[in-house]
């Protein structure tokens, strides 16, 4: 798919200007073109990008690096990897495998975070701690794995709406206690707002996830959405365009600073509305939203 070219932006203020950490997820300009979205991030003065396997596998992993690369732009994250829970054995090997190849292809790509979707509970399943424990029996075998090639593991818990079929870690904490288990460089978290927004202990868990107890930094990566309703139909694309729902953002970004993340903030929306627009009309309104709501 072809699009317009998005305007050339000045970077406000250089590395001190309020664009400096915004990056922009694969996902929420899917109707771009890898190519599209690396000139795209390019001219709108964003220095960061958040890729998705699959397009980057169509497009080549090696050549997907290069073109980022020479675009002067930071692969934030890549996801993802996951999909632990599964009890037959077959089943389990096949997603070790697929997750050394997920790690190989991050390292490739230059970024230190692959972000987990952890699984949802097998067909015919209740065992909730269950299905958590063979997340951390997959995490103690692939960790080190990950580690050797510069890869972080960052554990995303997903909203409790998605527990059954996508994602058994729903909070914050959760996704904390399963990676405390291991070495704070190799085992992350993901703060994302979409999904955290509802939970009044998120708070206390940033500043955990922090290192406040004395322990290193967990935090691996920090992602942008709002919550708007009415939910569509198929939640998973519902997300909210920055400031258009009930998420307050720039608390978050105020408690994940104070926790002493200085890192990227990826904005991750699916939205069949923003896909219906070009993309650079998309990544213009995002960089304004991020200025006036986060920043």
């Known amino acids: 798919m072809t699009d317009e070219k998005a305007p050339s932006r000045p970077h406000p203020g250089g590395d001190a200007g309020p664009l400096s950490r915004l990056s922009l997820n694969q996902e929420t300009v899917r109707q771009w073109s890898l190519p599209e979205l690396a000139d795209g991030c390019a001219r709108a003065g964003v220095r960061g990008v958040g890729l998705w396997r699959a397009p980057v596998q169509q497009y080549g992993v090696a050549a997907a690096a290069r073109l980022v690369r020479d675009a002067g732009l930071e692969v934030t994250s890549l996801c993802r990897g996951g999909f632990f829970t599964a009890e037959d054995p077959g089943e389990r090997a096949a997603a070790l495998k697929d997750n050394r190849a997920a790690i190989e292809e991050a390292a490739t790509l230059g970024t230190g975070t692959l972000v987990l979707v952890s699984g949802g509970l097998p067909p015919g399943s209740r065992d909730l701690p269950g299905a958590r424990e063979r997340i951390a029996d997959a995490l103690g075998e692939l960790a080190p794995y990950a580690a050797e090639r510069g890869v972080r593991l960052a554990i995303e818990p997903l909203h409790p709406m998605y527990a059954a079929d996508r994602c058994v870690v729903s909070t914050l ?12 460089d190799q085992v992350g978290v993901v703060v994302d707002t979409y999904h955290l927004w509802w939970d009044d202990t998120v708070g206390a868990a940033i500043a955990r996830a922090g290192g406040t107890g004395g322990g290193g930094s967990r935090i691996a990566a920090f992602q942008l959405a709002d ?27 105020e408690r994940v600073d104070a926790a002493g993340y200085q890192g990227p903030i990826e904005v991750e929306i699916f939205s069949p509305a923003l896909w219906e627009r070009g993309g650079a009309q998309v990544l213009a309104e995002i960089v304004d939203r991020f200025v006036a709501h986060v920043g």
């Open 173 to 184: 904490t959760q996704a904390l206690d399963l990676a405390e288990r291991f070495p704070a």
């Open 227 to 253: 919550w708007v309703t009415p939910l569509p139909e198929g939640v998973l694309l519902g997300r909210g365009q920055l400031g258009d729902g009930s998420v307050d953002l720039r608390w978050f970004r």
